[in-house]
């Protein structure tokens, strides 16, 4: 919630080998621009390892602004930024402002389902929490992206799409959104064998047995079974 805390965790990361910090801005609250941009720019100032920034604005409650992500990117502060706030404009002004700036700058889109637009754009990656079900899809769609095989990419993206209506199973009457799409992460990985237990951390409501049945059968539409 504080700089100081960030920097606590900043440090313990790279102590045990990380090459790279992902950083939100403050919550908990209200916090101006000026104090967003003091926030990273602190934190990089002392950071041992590269920062890259974190707009997840249905959590953190604010929106990083693109003109503030390239300004922190230009002076340097920023090696990257990873976008899941879902404003597909603003992200888009952050892939083609980037080329104008005088260092290396990482834009990579959050989103699970607009992975091919985002490429097409200039995006030059996805970190999407669905890859923890199908990382093996979401490689298919890069390598079709790069290759300029769009067609290919759609196919991949929209079958990714579907996959990803797991994040549904969840009774939306006893579980809010998150209890529904991690249980469904964590079920998927159990049922596919990548984890031995699917529980996720209270307070979070864990999926009924006909909630992992639903998410059973996304998998196999997927071809994942």
């Given at each position: 919630?504080t700089?100081?805390r960030?920097?606590?965790?900043?440090r313990a990361?790279a102590e045990?080998?990380?090459d790279?910090a992902?950083?939100?801005?403050?919550?908990?609250t209200?916090?101006?621009?000026a104090?967003i941009?003091?926030?990273?720019?602190?934190?990089?100032?002392r950071?041992p390892v590269?920062?890259?920034?974190?707009?997840l604005p249905?959590?953190v409650?604010v929106k990083?602004s693109?003109?503030?992500?390239?300004?922190?990117?230009g002076e340097?502060?920023?090696?990257?930024?990873?976008?899941?706030?879902?404003a597909?404009?603003?992200?888009?002004?952050v892939?083609?402002g980037k080329r104008?700036?005088p260092r290396?700058f990482?834009?990579l889109?959050g989103s699970?389902l607009?992975?091919?637009?985002?490429l097409a754009?200039?995006?030059d990656?996805?970190?999407?929490g669905?890859?923890?079900?199908?990382?093996?899809?979401y490689?298919?769609l890069?390598?079709?992206a790069?290759a300029?095989?769009?067609e290919?990419?759609?196919?991949?993206?929209?079958r990714?799409?579907?996959?990803f209506?797991?994040?549904r199973?969840?009774d939306?009457a006893r579980?809010?959104?998150?209890s529904s799409?991690l249980?469904?992460?964590?079920a998927?990985?159990?049922?596919?064998?990548v984890?031995?237990c699917?529980?996720?951390?209270e307070?979070?409501?864990?999926?009924s047995r006909?909630e992992t049945e639903?998410?059973?059968?996304h998998l196999?539409a997927?071809?994942l079974?």
């Amino acid at each position: 919630m504080t700089t100081p805390r960030v920097l606590d965790h900043v440090r313990a990361l790279a102590e045990r080998g990380a090459d790279a910090a992902v950083v939100t801005a403050p919550f908990y609250t209200r916090t101006h621009p000026a104090e967003i941009a003091r926030h990273f720019r602190l934190v990089a100032s002392r950071s041992p390892v590269p920062v890259l920034a974190y707009d997840l604005p249905v959590s953190v409650h604010v929106k990083l602004s693109a003109e503030l992500v390239l300004e922190l990117a230009g002076e340097g502060v920023l090696a990257g930024l990873k976008d899941s706030s879902g404003a597909e404009g603003a992200f888009r002004s952050v892939v083609t402002g980037k080329r104008s700036l005088p260092r290396q700058f990482s834009v990579l889109t959050g989103s699970e389902l607009t992975v091919d637009s985002a490429l097409a754009m200039g995006a030059d990656g996805v970190v999407p929490g669905l890859g923890n079900v199908d990382p093996e899809g979401y490689v298919r769609l890069h390598a079709a992206a790069r290759a300029g095989d769009w067609e290919r990419a759609r196919a991949e993206q929209e079958r990714l799409c579907g996959l990803f209506g797991m994040v549904r199973a969840g009774d939306p009457a006893r579980m809010g959104g998150s209890s529904s799409a991690l249980g469904a992460f964590k079920a998927a990985l159990h049922l596919r064998g990548v984890i031995a237990c699917p529980a996720t951390a209270e307070p979070q409501i864990p999926l009924s047995r006909q909630e992992t049945e639903a998410v059973d059968k996304h998998l196999a539409a997927a071809g994942l079974l």
